[in-house]
């Protein structure tokens, strides 16, 4: 299983995937499979065993244009990963990536061994479309998505496989009595729109508890401006069994994404712990919140939208919130997929 190269796993830096591969290594694990980790230098996964590999991060895919040229840097971490992987190949059935970067995908025909790529993000440029076309046309079912609706910013969704995620869900307490918090967690970056949730936490006047990486201090110090008396308290980048304990205590989480959101790790996180999600009606989010039963999708960038949502928490009972991710979004539910998933590569093959 082959990490991200923007950062090492544990860095916070590489976003849901850290979560991702971490939940999916120790699952397969659990069902018996033999697993090795290749990742940047300073890379921490307990219990997996870890390659560690230096070299340069790749830049952000999120942060270029659509029609960036493909760069790597000298001494690229991204192609020293996958030397690495060319060379022991043999001894594995099947090699996982989780980059979202157009090298392992070119090197896919030059590999005897199968590899699967998990895509994590939607459409981003012209250079990683066009790649990941090639792949899912020219190996079938080789291309992994976390929702139909990241599918479909491609133009060939229909040769994506859909994945969904999961969790280990025993590490997230649920808690029914809530504190009068609200919450935003993710990279704190543009894209992720902060703003609109700190300006909810204005107008309703529930402090907002947020957390995460503070990937664009810029972007943090402009909200810090903008917004000198809104009731906010930054909590850092908590480890899960952390974040899960703070997560728990508040009425709701707010997701505010201004692009496509593969997905919703945090999402998952915060139905676990029994606590409704807000979220605009946009990307992976619209597949996970059922809408009045375990949170509500509202209006996309309509802050307004949010606090009307948040008036009606109280329509929403917690326990259907931490029963929904028990049922779809377990570790065991997404083994199941991620194991057929392989099965069928290389039964393809
Ligand atoms: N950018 N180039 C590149 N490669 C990645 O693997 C990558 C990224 N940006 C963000 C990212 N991965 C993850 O944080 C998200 O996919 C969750």
């Given at each position: 299983?082959?990490?991200?190269?923007?950062?090492a796993i544990g860095s916070g830096i590489g976003g849901g995937v850290e979560l991702t591969?971490?939940?999916?290594?120790?699952?397969?694990?659990?069902?018996?499979?033999?697993?090795?980790?290749?990742?940047?230098?300073?890379?921490?996964?307990?219990?997996?065993?870890?390659?560690?590999?230096?070299?340069?991060?790749?830049?952000?895919?999120?942060?270029?244009?659509?029609?960036?040229?493909?760069?790597?840097?000298?001494?690229?971490?991204?192609?020293?990963?996958?030397?690495?992987?060319?060379?022991?190949?043999?001894?594995?059935?099947?090699?996982?990536?989780?980059?979202?970067?157009?090298?392992?995908?070119?090197?896919?025909?030059?590999?005897?061994?199968?590899?699967?790529?998990?895509?994590?993000?939607?459409?981003?440029?012209?250079?990683?479309?066009?790649?990941?076309?090639?792949?899912?046309?020219?190996?079938?079912?080789?291309?992994?998505?976390?929702?139909?609706?990241?599918?479909?910013?491609?133009?060939?969704?229909?040769?994506?496989?859909?994945?969904?995620?999961?969790m280990d869900l025993s590490i997230y307490q649920f808690c029914a009595r809530p504190s009068?918090?609200?919450?935003?967690?993710?990279?704190?970056?543009?894209?992720?729109?902060?703003?609109?949730?700190?300006?909810?936490?204005?107008?309703?006047?529930?402090?907002?508890?947020?957390?995460?990486?503070?990937?664009?201090?810029?972007?943090?110090?402009?909200?810090?401006?903008?917004?000198?008396?809104?009731?906010?308290?930054?909590?850092?980048?908590?480890?899960?069994?952390?974040?899960?304990?703070?997560?728990?205590?508040?009425?709701?989480?707010?997701?505010?994404?201004?692009?496509?959101?593969?997905?919703?790790?945090?999402?998952?996180?915060?139905?676990?712990?029994?606590?409704?999600?807000?979220?605009?009606?946009?990307?992976?989010?619209?597949?996970?919140?059922?809408?009045?039963?375990?949170?509500?999708?509202?209006?996309?960038?309509?802050?307004?939208?949010?606090?009307?949502?948040?008036?009606?928490?109280?329509?929403?009972?917690?326990?259907?919130?931490?029963?929904?991710?028990?049922?779809?979004?377990?570790?065991?539910?997404?083994?199941?997929?991620?194991?057929?998933?392989?099965?069928?590569?290389?039964?393809?093959?």
């Amino acid at each position: 299983m082959l990490s991200t190269p923007v950062g090492a796993i544990g860095s916070g830096i590489g976003g849901g995937v850290e979560l991702t591969l971490t939940n999916i290594a120790l699952e397969m694990i659990r069902r018996g499979h033999i697993v090795k980790i290749v990742a940047p230098q300073g890379s921490v996964v307990k219990s997996v065993p870890i390659v560690e590999i230096a070299g340069e991060s790749q830049i952000p895919a999120q942060t270029q244009t659509r029609a960036e040229p493909i760069v790597l840097p000298k001494n690229s971490v991204l192609a020293n990963m996958w030397d690495y992987a060319r060379q022991v190949q043999s001894d594995y059935d099947v090699i996982v990536n989780y980059a979202y970067d157009w090298l392992p995908l070119y090197l896919t025909p030059f590999f005897n061994t199968p590899i699967a790529h998990l895509i994590s993000m939607g459409s981003l440029t012209d250079a990683m479309d066009s790649i990941i076309e090639q792949i899912a046309t020219n190996f079938p079912q080789t291309i992994g998505v976390h929702s139909l609706s990241q599918a479909q910013t491609f133009t060939f969704a229909d040769k994506c496989r859909c994945l969904a995620n999961g969790m280990d869900l025993s590490i997230y307490q649920f808690c029914a009595r809530p504190s009068n918090f609200l919450a935003w967690v993710g990279r704190i970056a543009p894209e992720k729109a902060l703003e609109d949730a700190v300006s909810a936490a204005k107008i309703t006047g529930i402090p907002l508890k947020i957390f995460g990486v503070k990937q664009n201090e810029q972007y943090w110090q402009d909200i810090c401006q903008k917004y000198p008396d809104a009731p906010i308290i930054y909590r850092g980048f908590l480890p899960t069994a952390e974040l899960q304990q703070e997560l728990g205590q508040c009425r709701a989480l707010l997701v505010t994404p201004r692009w496509v959101e593969a997905f919703g790790n945090v999402a998952i996180e915060a139905l676990a712990c029994g606590v409704p999600v807000i979220a605009y009606r946009r990307g992976g989010l619209t597949e996970i919140v059922k809408d009045g039963e375990t949170g509500f999708l509202v209006e996309p960038d309509s802050v307004d939208g949010l606090v009307n949502a948040i008036k009606q928490l109280d329509q929403i009972d917690r326990h259907t919130c931490r029963q929904q991710v028990e049922r779809e979004y377990s570790q065991q539910a997404m083994g199941d997929r991620i194991e057929q998933w392989f099965r069928d590569i290389l039964a393809g093959r």
